[in-house]
C-alpha cells in the first residue's frame, strides 16, 4: 500500500518558455498539464526537475494522452468553444500533425475529443469522442483512428457515445452510451412511452450504461443495464478486470461500483448515501480507487478518497490526504510505476513523491487532469526522430 506523508518542500524547476531552443532532454516521467489561459501546454520532468512550454498557436490547448512509448503528445486545438482538432508532436513541439481527415462535412461542423491512445505499442491506434452537426442534429461517436492518422472509422453508431476508455493492455475499449426513456413519477420508475401528459409535452430522460467493445472492433457488449439512472466516469483498474464507475440514481445524487469486465458480469454497489464524484481513477496495485468527491462521510468540501472494494465507503473510505496544506485536492493520478501521485490543489498542480514524502508545488493549471508518461517512456533522447 502506498504512503503519502505530509512533508512540504518546495522544488524549484528550470524554466523554458516557448519558443526557447531545448538544450536538455526529458528524463521522465513526465507530467503534461493544461494551463489556465489555455493557450499553451507544460511538461514537467519529474526525473531533471525542469520544465518546458509547447505553445501551438492562438487556439485553446487540451493535451490528453502520450504515445504508448512517451515520444509524443496528444493534444485537440480550437477556437474557443467551437469543435476541436486532433494533433499529436514531439515533445520538444517538433513534428506537427493533424490527426483527423473528414470530408462529409465542413470543418467547422464536426470535432474530436476525450481522445486516447491505445497503451497497446502493437497497435497504437487512438479513439476518441467524434461530434459532428448536420441539418441541426449532433451526434457523438466512438472513433478511432491509426497512429498515422487518416479518415476515422467508428465502434459506435447509435450516435450518443462518450468517454472512451482503454483497458491497461489496448485489447478492450470501454464507452458510455445514452438512451432516452420517458421519466415516471419518481427518478427509480419509468413510464409508457407518450408524447403528452395533461396536454404538457413529455421532455425524455438521457441516460447512460457502459459498453464495451474489443480493439479490432469484432465484439461488443452491453456491461450495465440500470432500468434507470446513468454511469459516468468508466476506469479500467491497472490489472485490467474491474472497472470502476460513477452511477448517479438521479442527477448529482453519485455512487461509487465497480463490475467485472465480462459480458454478464454482475456490478457491486460501493457507496450509498448523497455524494457529489468530481473525479475516479485507481490505486496503481488495483486495491482501491481514489475518488474526488464532495459531502463523503458529511465532509462538504471535495477532498481525495480512497474507496474500498469489499464494504460501505460511506463508513469505510479513508481520506487519501489528510495535509490541511492541500485543500481542495481533485484530480489525482498517479504515475504507472506508482512513484508520484499528482493532484490539484486550489488550482495549483502538487506532485508527492511517495517514497520520500516531498511535496513539489509546481504551478496553476486548468480543469483537466494531469497526464503522465507511459511506463515504456526511457527518456526523449531514446526517442527515434520522424521519418
Not at 489556465?36 to 490528453?64: C, K, N, P, Y
Not at 497512429?147 to 482503454?166: C, I, K, L, M
Not at 481533485?330 to 510505476?337: A, E, I, K, W
Request: charged share 20%.
Amino acid at each position: 500500500m502506498l504512503l503519502i506523508f505530509s512533508l512540504l518542500l518546495v522544488t524549484r524547476l528550470v524554466y523554458a518558455a516557448p519558443g526557447t531552443p531545448i538544450n536538455t532532454a526529458l528524463v521522465g516521467p513526465v507530467l503534461a498539464v493544461d494551463t489556465v489561459e489555455q493557450d499553451r501546454i507544460a511538461l514537467f520532468d519529474m526525473g531533471s526537475g525542469t520544465r518546458r512550454e509547447l505553445s501551438f498557436g492562438s487556439r485553446w490547448h487540451h493535451v490528453w494522452d502520450f504515445s504508448p512509448d512517451g515520444c509524443r503528445i496528444l493534444f485537440t486545438l480550437s477556437d474557443g468553444i467551437g469543435y476541436a482538432k486532433l494533433y499529436t508532436a514531439r515533445l520538444d513541439g517538433s513534428d506537427l500533425r493533424e490527426m483527423v481527415r473528414y470530408n462529409q462535412l465542413p470543418a467547422e461542423q464536426w470535432g474530436v475529443w476525450d481522445a486516447q491512445w491505445s497503451p497497446d505499442p502493437n497497435d497504437g491506434r487512438i479513439a476518441f469522442t467524434f461530434s459532428s452537426t448536420e441539418n441541426g442534429e449532433t451526434e457523438h461517436l466512438i472513433g478511432w483512428v491509426s497512429p498515422q492518422g487518416g479518415e476515422p472509422a467508428f465502434y459506435s453508431v447509435s450516435g450518443d457515445e462518450h468517454t472512451p476508455r482503454w483497458s491497461p493492455d489496448g485489447q478492450w475499449l470501454t464507452y458510455v452510451s445514452y438512451e432516452e426513456r420517458p421519466p415516471g413519477a419518481d427518478p427509480f420508475s419509468t413510464a409508457e412511452p407518450t408524447t403528452t401528459t395533461g396536454g404538457a409535452a413529455v421532455i425524455p430522460l438521457r441516460e447512460a450504461d457502459l459498453w464495451v467493445v474489443s480493439a479490432d472492433g469484432e465484439t461488443k457488449y452491453r456491461l450495465t443495464n440500470f432500468p434507470t439512472g446513468s454511469v459516468s466516469m468508466p476506469r479500467w483498474s491497472p490489472d485490467g478486470f474491474l472497472i470502476g464507475f460513477v452511477f448517479s440514481p438521479s442527477p448529482n445524487n453519485d455512487q461509487f461500483w465497480i463490475i467485472g469486465t465480462t459480458p454478464d458480469s454482475i456490478p457491486t454497489q460501493l457507496s450509498y448515501v448523497w455524494a457529489l464524484a468530481l473525479d475516479l481513477t485507481w490505486l496503481p496495485d488495483s486495491s482501491a480507487m481514489l475518488a474526488t468527491a464532495r459531502d463523503l462521510q458529511e465532509i462538504p468540501e471535495n477532498r481525495l478518497w480512497r474507496i474500498p472494494l469489499v464494504g460501505n465507503a460511506d463508513v469505510d473510505a479513508t481520506q487519501h490526504l489528510t495535509d490541511p496544506a492541500l485543500s481542495y485536492a481533485d484530480y489525482g493520478r498517479f504515475s504507472p510505476g506508482g512513484e508520484w501521485l499528482a493532484l490539484r490543489s486550489a488550482y495549483e498542480l502538487v506532485a508527492i513523491n511517495a517514497i520520500t514524502g516531498e511535496t513539489t508545488f509546481l504551478d496553476s493549471f486548468g480543469n483537466s487532469p494531469p497526464i503522465w508518461s507511459p511506463s515504456g517512456f526511457t527518456g526523449e533522447s531514446e526517442c527515434v526522430a520522424p521519418l
